[in-house]
């Protein structure tokens, strides 16, 4: 059973970094992709990063160029988000999610994911 979990989230004040970290378990494909998304109160998912594993090729939207940058470790079946210059626009659930067997051409859309954890609450005051 694949299973995504989520951990890392927290309060930081405004210039801040937090480095959120997704476990992944049951994956057996080689070949997967992981995103990161977040979302805000009443509002719908928007993605911020999205990496293949294993070559590791990554690509970012803009919320996110620049301040947000994804990892990965194999050996720890983890995806890491670290993020910098936290500001209180950035205040939202985050959340993990996975395609397995493909890489990430062409996954833009959360309804590309059919694997997601539960979240993580950032909360970045002034």
């Known amino acids: 059973q694949v299973q995504l979990v989520e951990s890392g989230g927290g309060s930081v004040q405004a210039g801040g970094s937090l480095t959120l970290s997704c476990v992944y378990f049951g994956i057996t494909t080689s070949t997967n992709c992981v995103s990161w998304f977040r979302q805000f109160p009443g509002k719908g998912r928007e993605r911020l990063a999205r990496?293949?594993?294993?070559?590791?090729?990554?690509t970012y939207r803009a919320a996110a160029e620049g301040r947000f940058t994804i990892s990965h470790d194999n050996a720890k079946n983890t995806i890491y988000l670290r993020m910098n210059s936290l500001q209180p626009e950035d205040t939202a659930v985050y959340y993990c999610a996975a395609e397995l067997g493909e890489d990430c051409f062409g996954k833009t859309d959360e309804s590309d994911y059919p694997f997601w954890g539960r979240g993580t609450q950032v909360t970045v005051s002034a």
């Open positions: 990496i293949t594993t294993p070559n590791g090729r990554t």
